[in-house]
């Protein structure tokens, strides 16, 4: 699958908030689709990520992930 492709069903798929290395205690949340969606990159395979360590706090990815999920249930 191509990173289009990938990219086109991450919006039709559940997210879940996940941590980084640090775990439950650090302030930083992931967000990642529920079921692991991949597609080649220079030939390598890769995972779809919403948001990497790092990149939002847990409030923000929790809410980010409810609206969405929210979506999905109510649209597609």
């Known amino acids: 699958m191509t990173h289009a492709q ?5 919006f ?3 997210w879940k908030v ?5 775990g439950e205690k650090c ?3 992931t967000i990642e689709p529920v079921e692991k969606i991949t ?4 030939g390598e395979e890769e995972e779809m990520e919403i948001a990497g360590a790092g ?6 990815a929790e809410y980010i992930v ?8 109510k649209v597609i």
């Open 6 to 10: 990938a990219e086109r069903q991450l």
């Open 12 to 14: 039709n798929v559940k």
């Open 18 to 22: 996940g941590y980084c290395s640090q």
């Open 27 to 29: 302030w930083c949340r």
């Open 39 to 42: 597609y080649i990159h220079n």
């Open 55 to 60: 990149e939002v706090g847990a409030k923000i």
């Open 66 to 73: 409810k609206l969405h999920n929210l979506y999905i249930e």
